[in-house]
């Protein structure tokens, strides 16, 4: 655990746009109240199930999300990075993380407990209104991810997966794109809610269509169209 001034992440928790609305001793108070973590590659933060009693922003690394199934394995529901906030339920009743978090490389956390981000919403309402707005435009990327799922092809929605991931997990080329993908195939399957089969069915017709070129260790080059 460290405070912020002995932090050394790139983004601070002040600077994150679920904050941007406030003005700078709204900021201040914030800061003042946060309890920082640092994390090494494996480790877990949280655990499913666990209470979630705080409201949690990345502000360094990437974790991911891992929920387990009926058959005891693990699966990948999601990947955070910096930037990313969770905890927010936690706001307004009590609940239970409903995944694993595990830092994929070495991160940060910034964290406050639930208690003391409702009295700050309660002496400074404009924070509170700054965290909906956030939690709107979130809903707002579910709904539109939901609505594809029924109106567009699975190429179309396997390829936006392709090229959001490369926003985080890629490297630009001359001609193209170095996916480097966190995800295995029954992730991106349960991601896209279809089967494994069909992900590995696709991405074979993709690369033959000379649209990506699957590499080794999960690389994925995107070409450019």
């Given at each position: 655990?460290?405070?912020c ?6 983004i ?9 609305r406030?003005s700078?001793?709204q900021?201040s ?11 090494k590659?494996?480790?877990v ?26 058959d005891?394995?693990?699966k990948?529901?999601?990947y ?12 307004f ?20 407990p639930?208690k ?8 400074e ?9 956030e939690?709107?435009a ?9 609505a ?8 179309v ?34 991601r896209?809610g279809?089967s494994?089969e069909?992900v590995?069915r696709?991405?074979?017709q993709l ?8 590499r080794?260790?999960k ?7």
């Amino acid at each position: 655990m460290e405070s912020c001034a002995q932090c050394q992440a790139p983004i601070c928790i002040s600077h994150l746009s679920l904050f941007k609305r406030l003005s700078k001793s709204q900021r201040s108070k914030i800061v003042s109240h946060v309890i920082r973590y640092t994390l090494k590659k494996g480790d877990v933060f949280l655990n499913e199930g666990d209470a979630l009693a705080q409201f949690i922003i990345i502000s360094r690394g990437r974790f991911r999300a891992l929920r387990n199934n009926d058959d005891g394995k693990s699966k990948v529901v999601q990947y955070l990075k910096t930037g990313d906030f969770i905890g927010q339920e936690s706001l307004f009743e009590k609940s239970a993380i409903p995944y694993t978090m595990e830092a994929i490389e070495h991160a940060s956390l910034c964290t406050i407990p639930a208690k003391t981000m409702h009295d700050l919403i309660q002496s400074e309402p404009d924070i509170g209104f700054a965290i909906l707005s956030e939690l709107s435009a979130k809903v707002n990327v579910l709904e539109k991810e939901l609505a594809t799922v029924h109106l567009e092809s699975l190429e179309v929605r396997l390829m936006n997966l392709l090229y959001q991931l490369s926003q985080d997990y890629g490297v630009e080329e001359e001609n193209g794109i170095l996916l480097h993908n966190p995800m295995s195939q029954d992730d991106m399957a349960m991601r896209l809610g279809v089967s494994r089969e069909s992900v590995n069915r696709k991405l074979k017709q993709l690369e033959k269509e000379a649209r990506i070129e699957l590499r080794p260790k999960k690389q994925i080059y995107i070409h450019k169209m």
